[in-house]
């Protein structure tokens, strides 16, 4: 799949970095294309040193210098694509599917500057609110994005911290992650499922693109808990203690 991402931070890197791992072409964008082309770089060398940690033996410490970047060159020009960057526009043109991983101070400037080529096309929304105190559930993100854009927005990968997207894989005490996702178009909630299963995490149904203003409200609850020290994962029971309902 091409993934084209809006945005070269943490997010960007650490997702991005996955993806390309996985086999999937991955462009990224941010406001300088300098920056840009040094974190698809940067992404591309990572990519290629967990692919040939486990692929090419040949990379193991004691290997000659020779056999080493023949290795590294066997990576690239098979499993591992080099990752790339372009002007947001060429982000929006390039994606099967587009990631926004932008920050709100310049999320409708960037949607705007990718252009129309967003329209109707997979976007997953893993952004937060900038100050999460002060998170105004009446201005949702994820209905800004799809409101500009008129692309098929899914909400995803907002409530854990850029660390936890490095883990490979992100498992905690025995359990792979789940990742809620909050959208309408099902065939973008089929990509973001995927997009989940590649990083070893377990896609959770979160129901329609309208409870992704729970889904924001969530993060921004659950940020305020572990700024103040507390566990957050602590304040959910299991499963078997949760009431009696009906499984959806
Ligand atoms: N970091 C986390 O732990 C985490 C976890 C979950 C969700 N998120 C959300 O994911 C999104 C990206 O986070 P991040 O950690 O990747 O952020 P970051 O490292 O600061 O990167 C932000 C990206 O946004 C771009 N951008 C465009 N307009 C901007 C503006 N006016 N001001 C600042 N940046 C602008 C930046 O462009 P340049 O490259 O040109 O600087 C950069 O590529 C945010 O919405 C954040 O809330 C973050």
Known sequence: MRIGILGAGNMADALG?????????????????????????????????????????????????EARSRAVAEVLSGSV??????????VAGFGDVVVVAVREAGLADTLRAAGPALRGKPLIDVTNAAAPDRYDPTRPLARLIAD??????????????????????????????????????????????????????????????ARATQLEATAAFMIGLWFGGADAQAVLPPLPSSGEHQPA
């Open 17 to 65: 970095t996955q993806w390309a791992v996985a086999g999937h072409e991955v462009m990224v964008s941010g406001r300088d294309p300098g920056r840009s082309a040094e974190r698809a770089a940067g992404m591309t060398a990572q990519a290629v040193a967990r692919t040939s940690a486990t692929a090419a033996p040949a990379t193991e410490a004691g290997a000659s210098a």
């Open 81 to 90: 694509a080099k990752v790339r960057s372009g002007s947001f526009a060429e």
């Open 148 to 209: 500009i854009t008129g692309g098929h927005v899914v909400k995803g990968f907002n409530l854990c911290h850029v660390d936890v997207w490095r883990l490979t894989p992100p498992v905690f005490d025995g359990r792979p992650l789940a990742v809620p996702l909050c959208g309408d178009d099902q065939a973008a909630m089929d990509v973001a499922r995927t997009l989940v299963a590649d990083l070893g995490c377990t896609p959770v149904n979160g129901g329609s693109l």
